[in-house]
């Protein structure tokens, strides 16, 4: 396996946000986290990353225990992230912004700047402007192209669509599966479940930081708890499978996802 997540747990102060995390990442692979706001799917990633120190448990990359690695040595071990929020630096231009990419690279660059703007030719055209008068699709679009910058072996992406057009949606999930043709194996964390379940290989349920179910991600998308939780399904159906009630709702006032549907897991969002 190229990234192994073994039995991790992390606070925030007193507060058990990963309790108990497993999961596993193999060369090539889309793999995909999904769950309710609050689940602990943006905590694994920085975690992941080093922006998040363990409690208790390990983190292995190409066979090697990263598990006290500081941040910026795993970027240059093959961890690249594109952030939940995107995080470019708004008064840089585009070309600026892809170059901080590479800032911890020793050789020249140029090679991934010229795929980055083949990648995205959007960019390419506009790669003097000011990153922060981008459009929102153009700033995921940069923040994608920023994380590649870095030649990563795995490829760490917090919630890519959120905020999009369904059109940009859709362009932006296109871009994921090429960039995984190309090579860049990619661990996604999606409030988009149904998209996230139809371009990924294997998926990840998460619940107030653990993992309740784990299967190839077609499997999901026809699995009758995950589609009513998740996927706008049939709550009954999801009921009958197991015999019993439909699942617990313990969302707040104004907690949906994107169908417009309750989380259930909201009032957790710290954990996020």
Do not use: C, W
Not at 214 to 229: F, K
């Amino acid at each position: 396996m190229l990234l192994e997540i073994e039995d991790i747990h992390v606070h925030y102060g007193k507060i058990a946000a990963l309790k108990g995390i497993t999961a596993s990442v193999d060369q090539g692979e889309i793999v995909t986290l999904i769950g309710a706001n609050g689940a602990g799917k943006t905590t694994t990633l920085k975690t992941v990353s080093g922006l998040r120190p363990l409690t208790s448990g390990a983190i292995r990359f190409d066979g090697k225990d990263i598990s006290s690695m500081r941040g910026h040595k795993r970027v240059l071990a093959g961890i690249g992230q594109a952030p939940e929020g995107r995080g470019i630096f708004p008064g840089m231009t585009v070309e600026e912004n892809l170059q901080m990419g590479a800032y911890a690279r020793k050789d020249d660059a140029s090679k991934e700047l010229a795929e980055a703007y083949e990648l995205f030719p959007r960019l390419a055209e506009r790669k003097s402007q000011a990153g922060g008068t981008m459009s929102g699709g153009e700033q995921q679009m940069l923040a994608i192209g920023r994380a590649l910058m870095a030649k990563p072996k795995v490829l760490l992406l917090d919630e890519p669509s959120m905020g999009l057009a369904p059109m940009l949606v859709q362009q932006i999930f296109a871009i994921i599966q090429e960039i995984n043709r190309r090579g860049v194996t990619v661990l996604l964390v999606e409030q988009n479940a149904q998209q996230a379940l139809q371009i990924a290989h294997r998926a990840y349920v998460l619940e107030t930081g653990r993992v309740v179910k784990s299967a190839p991600a077609a499997d999901l998308l026809d699995d009758p708890e995950v589609r009513a939780a998740y996927l706008g399904g049939d709550l009954g159906d999801a009921a009958a499978t197991r015999g019993g009630t439909p699942p617990r709702d313990d969302a707040g006032p104004g907690d949906t996802r994107p169908d417009g549907t309750p989380t259930g897991d909201a009032g957790k969002g710290s954990a996020e």
